[in-house]
């Protein structure tokens, strides 16, 4: 699986970005798909994922409320809506696919984010 990323840029607090990934080479069909995040000088985060099958879609307790996660099935393209934006939001986001049945984790090229405040 191929995962490319995009959406990112500069935006100021308050403001709303939505991230796009999109898969080739397969489906995400089988896998939790989702997206991770760093800051700089921080270690990589979690933020929110699924599973393509159908499930509890999970958010970290600090994006709830404000960024939600869906799916274009026909696209086979995962989206990351963020809304009420922070500085802290500012990060390099990575789009994320994980089968743990066939023990594969994928990740996609990271698209920045920066909030100003």
């Known amino acids: 699986v191929q995962l490319q990323a995009s959406g990112g840029g500069l935006v100021q607090a308050g403001g709303s970005l939505r991230l796009s990934c999109a898969a080739s080479?397969?489906?995400?069909?089988?896998?939790?798909v989702g997206w991770f995040r760093q800051a700089p000088g921080k270690e990589r985060e979690f933020v929110s994922a699924f599973r393509w099958s159908g499930g509890t879609t999970r958010y970290a307790d600090s994006v709830k409320g404000r960024f939600t996660i869906s799916r274009d099935n026909a696209k086979n393209t995962v989206y990351l809506q963020m809304n009420s934006l922070k500085a802290e939001d500012t990060a390099v986001y990575y789009c994320?696919?994980?089968?743990?049945?066939?023990?594969?984790?994928?990740w996609g090229k990271g698209t920045l984010v920066t909030v100003s405040s």
């Open positions: 080479g397969r489906s995400f069909s089988g896998y939790i």
């Open positions: 994320n696919a994980e089968s743990p049945t066939l023990g594969v984790h994928y």
